[in-house]
């Protein structure tokens, strides 16, 4: 059984940082292609950053230059570091594994934006 399993979510002021892990199970995570996408209240789900196997990692214009995804092959583990946070970033952040046969999406983690 698969499992991603978010954790890091929480209240920060604007300018601050938060780092986001996901812990994955289930998959052969070193050769998952990972990513984390975010969903705002009233809007749907969007990309945030991807990270594939070989260490390549992409990101969305929103959140170029302060967001790092990064990977723990050894631990199973998917971060991101989120830095100058921007109350627009305040979204669940969800945590992705593609395995091009299957997808797997975690439960959500709250990151709250706000002074």
């Avoid at 209240?11 to 998959?27: F, H, K, W």
């Avoid at 998952?32 to 749907?44: D, K, S």
Wanted: glycine share 10%.
């Amino acid at each position: 059984q698969v499992r991603l399993v978010e954790s890091g979510g929480g209240l920060v002021q604007p300018g601050g940082s938060l780092r986001l892990s996901c812990t994955g199970s289930g998959i052969d995570f070193s050769r998952t292609l990972m990513a984390w996408y975010r969903r705002a209240p009233g809007t749907q789900r969007e990309w945030v950053a991807t990270i594939t196997a070989y260490d390549d990692t992409r990101y969305a214009e929103s959140v170029r230059g302060r967001f790092t995804i990064t990977r723990d092959n050894a631990k199973n583990t998917l971060h991101l570091q989120m830095s100058r946070l921007k109350p627009e970033d305040t979204a669940i952040y969800y945590c992705h594994a593609d395995q091009h046969t299957a997808q797997y999406w975690g439960q959500g983690a709250q990151v709250t934006v706000s002074s």
